[in-house]
T-cell receptor, first 118, second 112 residues
Framework: EAEVAQSPRYKITEKSQAVAFWCDPI?????LYWYRQILGQGPELLVQ????????DSQLPKDRFSAERLKGVDSTLKIQPAELGDSAMYLC????????????????FGPGTRLTVT | AQTVTQSQPEMSVQEAETVTLSCTYD???????LFWYKQPPSRQMILVIR??????QNATENRFSVNFQKAAKSFSLKISDSQLGDAAMYFC?????????FGTGTRLTIIP
């Protein structure tokens, strides 16, 4: 069964360092999402891609976070510089293309990258 | 902000018994979707059940069923014949404005 792949699974970094996470969505899924899940809370959307284009990055702290999906397939989320408050689980999800005028396809989640900033 | 509220941070149930997890939500839309996701320890989040708001009939998936009260904006999950593998964090979520909004989760423990 196809799955969303993420790496690394765990990352420990020092404050002010740069860190990057990688996501490979299910083949054929045009829509890709990055979520941040702080311990004890539900996931919050950081950025959404449709193919290589950003659809929604309103909750992405753009002073330190960046995301790209250059060829519309895999994606990278970067934090530079990392802060203590960035410690969280970063989840990637993918779904089929958003339907014109709305509509919904199920989002499939990857295992996440657990980031600890010291 | 349109929120999703799960008022039970933790629940426990005896194996083979039934448990209900609560969820309320806020929305100004007439057309939206509601979900329950399960997140086992150190494993990825998976979809348990979904409900389209325009459907009056409550969704059912094997041992999982929902009680959808649209006017009250309530969406509870009932797990029947609880099994050890049901132990996980359960998240209620609402899809609206092309965005998925999650609640804070309920940790479910199954007592053997």
């Amino acid at each position: 069964e196809a799955e969303v792949a993420q790496s690394p699974r765990y990352k420990i970094t020092e404050k002010s360092q740069a860190v990057a996470f990688w996501c490979d969505p299910i083949s054929g899924h045009a829509t890709l999402y990055w979520y941040r899940q702080i311990l004890g809370q539900g996931p919050e959307l950081l950025v959404q891609f449709q193919d290589e284009s950003v659809v929604d990055d309103s909750q992405l702290p753009k002073d330190r976070f960046s995301a790209e999906r250059l060829k519309g397939v895999d994606s990278t989320l970067k934090i530079q510089p990392a802060e203590l408050g960035d410690s969280a689980m970063y989840l990637c999800a993918s779904s089929l293309r958003l339907a014109a005028g709305g509509g919904l396809y199920e989002q499939y989640f990857g295992p996440g990258t657990r980031l600890t900033v010291t | 902000a349109q929120t999703v509220t799960q008022s039970q941070p933790e629940m426990s149930v005896q194996e083979a018994e039934t448990v209900t997890l609560s969820c309320t939500y806020d929305t100004s839309e007439s057309d939206y979707y509601l979900f329950w996701y399960k997140q086992p320890p150190s494993r990825q989040m998976i979809l348990v059940i979904r409900q389209e708001a325009y459907k009056q009939q409550n969704a059912t998936e094997n041992r999982f069923s929902v009680n959808f009260q649209k006017a009250a904006k309530s969406f509870s999950l009932k797990i029947s014949d609880s099994q050890l593998g049901d132990a996980a964090m359960y998240f209620c979520a609402r899809f609206g404005n092309e965005k998925l909004t999650f609640g804070t989760g309920t940790r479910l423990t199954i007592i053997p």
